[in-house]
């Protein structure tokens, strides 16, 4: 009997230590971990916590739930490489930059760089290859994991959950960025054939361009991107279904990656920051089914959410913020202080309702030299259009509460208001401190096609 009793002693003691390793761990830390969780090309309006009807993304909105929705988070470029790069150093873009290729100065200052001085285990995990290898490529020997590949979304999150269970007994920081709602739409039929009878989207049928277009000043504009179009279809609701349908499996992997963190006992000590580097034109403008050229708002305004329970409120903040306000957000909430120079402001304040807007005026910058850009209000963007356009005038303004659709261009009725935000535009322009790049010079001819048929390449 008194063996039995010895015997069931120190099992309870080996589970009691069991638990301890998994919760208690964790529990008594007192640095959280930092998690970001990026779909690329990702527009809220396609987003069930955003209001879409279509059920692309219960995970997601399960976090939502959880945490701070915001409204109108606007990105500070409408394509991949100079989003990340302002994101990830809180600096507004390079004006110069003027197609892909382009990696970051890896002396400049960026999270990364700060979370790894303050203790942090650094990772990322993506398959955005080859872009964000290029764009982030200086930073490989910062990240203690730089992982990017071409698998599917479900592979990077299986080896992001496995570092994590590597890694996990001191903080650290997680890039999960994921590829596979970006063009050209590669969903598998499962996540996305509900979407196809559904009639939630027009069919309308476009001409699918003659060439790959990229060099055309108008590349995806008026027909269908060859590279985009399947079978010969030119129903522009079919495209919208894939594109939906990645946004399924991009969710379903994102569930798995949050109840990984369930599972090991993180959830409660862990900041997630999930957000999309740039929305996508789906035909508005007739604009079809990429970014990169334009700024408007379907391609601008992102999804941003902040979850860390018990720490931060729900809630839904509808003023409008800039994503290189993440960067100072995440050094206020570790209470982490340097003389760095950041662009960005923390949105601490706003969320604490220690004041009513943070930023009254957001700045974006689309693709080419010399570069169209755009100031924007919660009621106004004026669009500059620094080169001339085949249909598309110098300068476009729009009233964002009237006409959210952006049809009616009021810049030669409303000139007052013009002149004013012109005047801020180019102060913005002359004065904001932006991020520096090199120009990656050993990109293979194929990673140069690669990009050319995302339209990073003119």
């Not at 761990?25 to 309006?45: E, Y």
């Not at 290898?133 to 592979?155: E, M, P, Q």
Request: charged share 25%.
């Amino acid at each position: 009997m008194k063996t039995n009793k010895k015997y069931f002693i120190a099992v309870f003691i080996v589970v009691l230590l069991s638990v301890y390793a998994v919760f208690g761990f964790h529990a008594g830390r007192s640095k959280p971990n930092v998690i970001f969780i990026t779909l690329d090309a990702l527009r809220p309006d396609h987003l069930n916590c955003y209001g879409y009807k279509r059920n692309t993304s219960p995970n997601i909105g399960a976090l939502a739930e959880r945490g701070i929705l915001f409204k109108q988070a606007i990105s500070q470029a409408s394509w991949t490489c100079p989003s990340v790069s302002s994101i990830i150093s809180s600096l507004y873009p390079d004006h110069e930059i003027r197609e892909g290729g382009y990696s970051l100065n890896p002396k400049d200052d960026n999270l990364v760089r700060i979370l790894k001085s303050n203790g942090y285990a650094t990772a990322i995990f993506s398959n955005a290859k080859p872009v964000l290898d290029i764009t982030l490529g200086g930073l490989k020997d910062v990240f203690d994991v730089f992982s990017i590949s071409s698998l599917r979304a479900d592979a990077i999150v299986r080896s992001a959950n496995k570092w994590v269970a590597e890694n996990d007994r001191k903080p650290f920081f997680l890039w999960v960025y994921l590829y596979d709602t970006h063009l050209p739409y590669n969903a598998q039929p499962g996540y996305f054939t509900e979407f196809l009878s559904d009639n939630m989207h027009p069919h309308v049928n476009v001409s699918i361009t003659p060439d790959d277009g990229v060099k055309n000043e108008h590349f995806s504009f008026g027909s269908l991107p060859r590279h985009v179009a399947e079978n010969g279809i030119t129903d522009t609701s079919y495209y919208i279904a894939k594109y939906d349908g990645g946004i399924r499996f991009a969710d379903e992997q994102v569930g798995l990656l949050l109840k990984a963190l369930e599972d090991r006992g993180l959830k409660d000590n862990t900041l997630i920051i999930f957000f999309s580097d740039h929305g996508e034109s789906l035909t508005e403008h007739k604009f079809f089914f990429n970014h990169t050229h334009f700024l408007y708002e379907d391609l601008i305004r992102v999804p941003l959410i902040i979850v860390f329970p018990g720490k931060m409120p729900r809630m839904v903040i509808e003023k409008q913020v800039q994503l290189i306000n993440i960067v100072p957000t995440v050094r206020g909430i570790l209470k982490i202080k340097n003389n760095l120079h950041m662009e960005g402001k923390s949105l601490l304040p706003l969320i604490e309702e220690k004041m009513d807007q943070l930023d009254a005026y957001t700045f974006s910058e689309a693709a080419y030299r010399p570069s169209p850009m755009c100031i924007r209000t919660e009621d106004w963007k004026l669009i500059h259009n620094r080169r001339p356009r085949n249909k598309y005038p110098e300068l476009e303004l729009y009233n964002l509460k009237a006409d959210p659709q952006e049809l009616h261009n009021l810049a030669d009725t409303r000139l007052e208001i013009v002149a004013s935000l012109a005047k801020r535009l180019k102060e913005w322009q002359q004065t904001a401190k932006t991020c520096s790049f090199s120009l990656k010079q050993d990109i293979s001819q194929h990673e140069k096609e690669k990009l050319r048929s995302l339209g990073y390449f003119e």
